[in-house]
C-alpha cells in the first residue's frame, strides 16, 4: 500500500463525507480550507467513508501521512476493519485518527472495538466515546481518572506498554452499552471504546495495536466491510 506524503483531503465525495469532528453536524466550506460547523463555529473537518473499503482506507492514510492509525494487531479470525475516520484541514497536520475493528467474542457475540489517537483539545475521542458535555462546558479531553493510580489495562503500542485508565460514561445516554478507557500514548490522547461494556474483559490478553500507516503490502490482507458502528 502506498504511503507517501499526504495529499491534500478534497471536498466530500460519494465515498466520503465531511463533518464536525465534535459533533454529527455537517460542515460547510467557507474558503481558503476552512470549514464551519453550526454549532462549533470554524473546525478542523472529519473525513469518514461512506464504507470501509481497502480503496478507501488507502485515501485515509495518504490523508493522515505519518499520523498514527491504530489497530489491534494481528486481527483474529472472522474479524474485519468496520469503519475509520481522520481529523484534518488542507495543508496543516492531522488532529485525529479513529480506526473500528468488528467480530464476535463467545461471551459478548458481536462486538466493535474502535482506537481514536487524537492531539489534546481535538474532542473528536470524547464524541466516539458518546461523552456528555459536562455543565456548561464540553467535554474535549478524557477526565480526571486519567492518570489515577495505577493503570487497570496495560497495551503494548508498537512494543511499547502503555497504561489505560476507565473513563465514565454514566452521565452519557446508553451508559451501559460501552467501555472507555483512555491513556497517553506518544504526547497524544489514545482512546479506546468497546462495544458491549462487557467486551472490557477481551483486554486480559496481552493486546497490540499497530501503527498501520507504514504498514505496507500486509494491508492488502486486511478483510473490510461489515456494518460501521454508531458513534
Known sequence: MATDEPGPPHGGSDGVRVECPRCPAPVAEVGDGRWSCPDHGVVVPLWRPMSSTYEEFAAHLQRVGPFPTFLPWPLGPGWTVSDFAAVVSDGDAPRATMACVAGTS????PVDVMVISEEPGTGF???????????DTELLDPGHEVGEGPPPVRVRVDQYPVGLWPVSVSTSPGEW???????????????LVLRPASAILLLRDDWILRD???TGPQLVALPFGGPAPAW
Open 125 to 135: 475521542g470524547a464524541r466516539v466515546a458518546g461523552l456528555a458535555a459536562a455543565g
Open 177 to 191: 452499552d460501552r467501555s472507555v478507557l483512555a491513556g497517553e500514548a506518544g504526547g497524544r490522547w489514545l482512546w
Open 106 to 109: 463467545q461471551l459478548d457475540g
Open 212 to 214: 498501520v500507516s507504514a
